[in-house]
């Protein structure tokens, strides 16, 4: 890239052999496969101004315990609804809107034709197909513990996976219908 896309990014390794690393992408390349090498050097991004924190990479991991899904899913939980709970203080003390009523607002912005077209290109080539992938994978996640809280992802996937055709098509006035539900 060759800046910042607006958003965070992420890649999930879902297999990994002496050579090569296997990759879903959700920027735009799902399963994809890079060297160890070419990894290292993404991850490092050196070439990248607005990159923060800093690279750490780790050889020879080592599982040190195998913990069963309730070990995983109750800390998870917890973790989620301090993120959540952080998130929503610091947007207020920010003074900045964030879940439903931020989607309401941008929704809104689109459909009075505020929006730039890097922000609606930006919506429809990664926010809301990656809005969907993450909610789809929260209810694969929720499914075994909390068959409602799953529901209420895969309609809210759909529900994003609907908001995008329609914003490909340009029909702002179903697609902010879709996104007040």
Do not use: C
């Not at 203080?89 to 900045?96: C, E, P, S, Y």
Request: net charge neutral.
């Amino acid at each position: 890239m060759t800046g910042a896309i607006g958003a965070d990014h992420f890649v999930l390794a879902y297999a990994i052999d002496d050579k090569r690393i296997f990759l879903n992408d959700p920027y735009g390349f799902p399963q994809v496969s890079l060297t160890i090498e070419q990894l290292g050097e993404a991850w490092r991004a050196d070439k990248i101004s607005y990159k923060r924190g800093y690279y750490r990479f780790w050889t020879n991991p080592r599982r040190i315990k195998s913990p069963t899904e309730k070990e995983i899913y109750e800390p998870a939980i917890k973790s989620f609804v301090e993120l959540y709970e952080a998130s929503r203080g610091k947007a207020k003390k920010d003074k900045r809107l964030i879940g439903s009523e931020a989607i309401i607002f941008e929704a809104d912005r689109i459909r009075q034709k505020i929006a730039t077209p890097d922000e609606i290109g930006f919506l429809t080539g990664f926010m809301l197909p990656m809005s969907a992938s993450r909610a789809l994978d929260y209810a694969e996640f929720f499914d075994a513990h909390n068959p409602k809280l799953a529901e209420m992802k895969r309609n809210q996937a759909a529900l994003f996976g609907n908001a995008q055709v329609l914003a490909v098509g340009k029909d702002w006035e179903n697609f902010y219908t879709v996104m007040i539900e």
